[in-house]
C-alpha cells in the first residue's frame, strides 16, 4: 500500500526528465498518486514540441490530463483548473515547479534589470504561486498540500542567480503567508530548497559546475545531493508524513546551507586565522 493510494493531485512545470518536479513526479507515482500534468503552450500547433515532450514522460504513468498552461493567461489558468474539476473532482496536492526570468535580465547585474524584465520575473516565478493556489483552494481537501521549489539563492547572493534570487525570496515569503491563510482550511503550502542538480534552469546559472564542485567540498555530507534525493522529500512533504509541518522551506542540499566558513579539512592550511 502506497503513502498517496486514491489521492490525486496536479503538477505544473516539468520540463523535462531532468527536472526536480520529475524526480518528485516518479516518487509520487511510486507510492500510488493519480496526477494531472500541464506544459508550455506551444507556439505552432503543427509542431507540439511541449506536449510531445510531456506526453513521452507521464503517458507511461496512465494520467488523465494534459493540458496546456501558460501562467501569465487567466482564461488558460480557468481552462485548466476546470478540466482538474470535471477530471478529479477534489485533489490533495499540487505541486509548483514554475520560474523564468528573460535571460539579458538574468545575466545582468541585479542594479540593471529592465522594468518589464523584473515584473514578468516576478509574475511567473512567485505571482504564478498565488494564481494557482487560488484556483486549487476550492478543490483541495483538507489535509491537503501544496508544494514550490526554491533555492539557496532566495536567502543568500549567489553569483549568477541574480534577478532570479529576487524571485525565490518573493516566493519564499509567499509560502508562509499562503500557509497562514489555508492553515485553517487544514491546507499546507511548503517551500522546498534543493542543491544544484543539472537541470533545464541550471544551465542559465553561470559557473554551474564551479558550484557542483563547491557543494562537495564544503557541505557537512562533502558531496552533492541526487535527485532522487530531492524527489523522495518533495513526497514527503506532500504526503501525510509531513502533517504537522506548513510555512517551512526545507533544505536538501547536503547541508551547505548551515556553513558559514569552509570545513578545517577544506582549508588550505588546515588552520582558521
Known amino acids: ?3 498517496f493510494d486514491g489521492k490525486k493531485g496536479l503538477v505544473f512545470g516539468i520540463a523535462n ?13 511510486a507510492e500510488g498518486a493519480e496526477m494531472g500534468f500541464t506544459h508550455l503552450p506551444d507556439r505552432d500547433p503543427e509542431r507540439p514540441r511541449m506536449e510531445r515532450r510531456l506526453r513521452k514522460l507521464v503517458e507511461p504513468l496512465d494520467t488523465k490530463m494534459i493540458e496546456a498552461c501558460d501562467v501569465t493567461n487567466d482564461e488558460q489558468l480557468d481552462h485548466v483548473f476546470d ?3 470535471s477530471t478529479y473532482g477534489n485533489i490533495d496536492f499540487m505541486l509548483h515547479s514554475i520560474a523564468y526570468a528573460p535571460m539579458d535580465d538574468l545575466k545582468g547585474e541585479v542594479v540593471d534589470v529592465s522594468r518589464d524584465g523584473f515584473k514578468l520575473s516576478m509574475e511567473i516565478s512567485v505571482y504564478s504561486l498565488m494564481t494557482l493556489t487560488r484556483r486549487a483552494r476550492p478543490l483541495l481537501s483538507s489535509g491537503g498540500s501544496i508544494l514550490t521549489l526554491t533555492y539557496l539563492g532566495g ?6 542567480y541574480n ?8 516566493l519564499e515569503s509567499t509560502t508562509e503567508y499562503l500557509a497562514s491563510e489555508l492553515g485553517p482550511e487544514g491546507i499546507r503550502v511548503n517551500a522546498l530548497s534543493a542543491g544544484p542538480i543539472k537541470t533545464l534552469s541550471s544551465s542559465a546559472v553561470g559557473d554551474f559546475d564551479l558550484m557542483l564542485d563547491l557543494y562537495k567540498t564544503l557541505s557537512p555530507l562533502r558531496r552533492n545531493v541526487e535527485a532522487d534525493e530531492v524527489g523522495k522529500t518533495g513526497m514527503f512533504l506532500l504526503s501525510d508524513l509531513a502533517s504537522g509541518i506548513t510555512g517551512e522551506t526545507l533544505h536538501v542540499d547536503s547541508g551547505y546551507h548551515i ?4 570545513p578545517a579539512d577544506a582549508r588550505d592550511d588546515g588552520e582558521s586565522e
Do not use: F, R
Open 17 to 29: 526528465d531532468h527536472s526536480i518536479a520529475w524526480a518528485i513526479t516518479q516518487q509520487l507515482h
Open 155 to 160: 536567502e543568500k547572493v549567489i553569483p549568477g
Open 83 to 85: 478540466v482538474a474539476a
Open 259 to 262: 556553513m558559514g566558513a569552509p
Open 163 to 170: 534577478v532570479m534570487g529576487l524571485c525565490k525570496s518573493a
Open 1 to 3: 500500500m502506497g503513502l
